[in-house]
Every structure is written in structure tokens, then in C-alpha cells.
Nanobody, 126 residues
Framework: VQLQAFGGGLVQAGDSLRVSCQAS????????MAWFRQTPGVEREFVAA????????YYADSVKGRFTISRDNAKNTVYLQMRSLKPEDTAVYYC????????????????????WGQGTLVTVSS
């Protein structure tokens, strides 16, 4: 599967932004999807994940209550709606895909995902 993330930009603290990830090349509904983010010199950090039908979602504590992951299998797209953005949310956001959930301590690891989008930069100014 090929993934393309888009929708990043420059926003102010407190604003909202939605990033999207379009999939192609395979059956999107067969993939467990996730968003990660990365800043220079820091390991890629898990943000959120969603199961194949969207029935379950998972979030990092740092974004819980502010970010919402969702998917539209008819459009082959996964979304990350970000609200109440903070300067510390500034990062390159990556979407990732895997065929399996892997378990509670597995799906949060970047190594679990064989497929990645190219990333989209989100900058939150104070």
C-alpha cells in the first residue's frame, strides 16, 4: 500500500487542523492505521491508531481529548483532527499502515508498521 499525507501547515496555539492520509495500491480496509510524529533529534512518537473498521481508537496520553483519529474506507483515507493545538505539537506527522494490531505494547512502536507516508509538517506558533 502507498500512503500520502497532506494537510499540514502553520497555525497558532489553540487552533484546530486536520491532516489526512490517502492510501492506494491495496485494500485500505485491511490495514490497521496509525499516526506518528517526529521532531528533529527525537524518535518517532506514536500519536493515535484506529482499527480496520474504525470501531476502536487509541491515543497517546499527550493528545488524548484533543486529537481524534478517524477513517473513511470508501475514500481510502485516514484523518487526524487536531484541536487546542500547542507549540509542543509542532512536528512532522506521518501516517503508517500495518495488517495487524499487534497488541498493546506493539502498535505504539514504529517498527510494527511496514508502510509509511512521506509526512506533513505541522507548525504551531505561540
Amino acid at each position: 500500500v502507498q500512503l500520502q499525507a497532506f494537510g499540514g501547515g502553520l497555525v497558532q496555539a489553540g487552533d484546530s487542523l486536520r491532516v489526512s492520509c490517502q492510501a492506494s495500491g491495496d485494500t485500505f480496509s485491511e490495514y490497521f492505521m496509525a499516526w506518528f510524529r517526529q521532531t528533529p533529534g527525537v524518535e518517532r512518537e506514536f500519536v493515535a491508531a484506529i482499527t480496520w473498521t474504525g470501531s476502536s481508537t487509541y491515543y497517546a496520553d499527550s493528545v488524548k481529548g484533543r486529537f481524534t483519529i478517524s477513517r473513511d474506507n470508501a475514500k481510502n483515507t485516514v484523518y487526524l483532527q487536531m484541536r487546542s493545538l500547542k507549540p509542543e505539537d509542532t512536528a512532522v506527522y506521518y501516517c503508517a499502515a500495518a495488517r495487524t494490531y499487534g497488541g498493546a505494547n506493539v502498535y505504539i512502536q514504529p517498527q510494527h508498521y511496514p508502510y509509511w507516508g512521506q509526512g506533513t509538517l505541522v507548525t504551531v506558533s505561540s
